[in-house]
T-cell receptor, first 113, second 112 residues
């Protein structure tokens, strides 16, 4: 069966450390993978997109990797801050492009000062 | 003004009632989506529309219907609400095949 899994429901880290979140998928062949941030009671906000032929993407303190052999994406936040505390969702296209996204259940990140 | 708006933001209704949730967007996107979010289950796709004449079922469409009145408007209806439809509902839009999505603020629905 098809699955998209974010391994940790919750992750607590100290301010200043690097947070690493994992997204694994099974029986999908995505053309790209996306990461979103969601604050409590609000809609998800797009952060980064990485295509299947890209190994790594960066945006400010954020870095995403995509390994289609391992079927895994890693999402890193460097020099984390309490304001980074939120739920982070990964999402991928269902059938390899031009199809709706399927979302993971998310990892709730808490950055402790 | 917000690019994607949802009305109402909160709604309490009773079992068996018909209810409509509305979504409007000013982003000029062709693609629109309805999701529900439940604790522990994540975001699940109810219906989606790639243009005004295109309506498609998502993974959990039973008990729901939609109407795409215009490029900017996409409504979700619960014909006869039941308690397990209590959830947070999100509308989203996207501009193209790369599917980066822009979400509305959500509607919190409670069915008693």
């Amino acid at each position: 069966s098809q699955k998209i899994e974010q391994n940790s429901e919750a992750l607590n880290i100290q301010e200043g450390k690097t947070a690493t979140l994992t997204c694994n998928y099974t029986n999908y062949s995505p053309a790209y993978l996306q990461w979103y941030r969601q604050d409590p009671g609000r809609g998800p906000v797009f952060l980064l997109l990485i295509r299947e032929n890209e190994k790594e993407k960066r945006k400010e303190r954020l870095k995403v990797t995509f390994d289609t052999t391992l079927k895994q994406s890693l999402f890193h936040i460097t020099a984390s801050q309490p304001a980074d505390s939120a739920t982070y969702l990964c999402a991928l296209d269902r059938l390899g492009g031009n199809t709706p996204l399927v979302f993971g259940k998310g990892t709730r990140l808490s950055v402790i000062a | 003004d917000a690019d994607v708006t949802q009305t109402p933001r909160n709604r309490i209704t009773k079992t068996g009632k018909r209810i409509m949730l509305e979504c409007s967007q000013t982003k000029g996107h062709d693609r629109m989506y309805w999701y529900r979010q439940d604790p522990g289950l994540g975001l699940r796709l109810i219906y989606y529309s790639f243009d005004v004449k295109d309506i498609n079922k998502g993974e959990i469409s039973d008990g729901y219907s939609v109407s795409r009145q215009a490029q900017a408007k996409f409504s979700l209806s619960l014909e006869s609400a039941i308690p397990n439809q209590t959830a947070l509902y999100f509308c989203a839009t996207s501009p193209d095949a790369m599917e980066t999505q822009y979400f509305g603020p959500g509607t919190r629905l409670l069915v008693l």
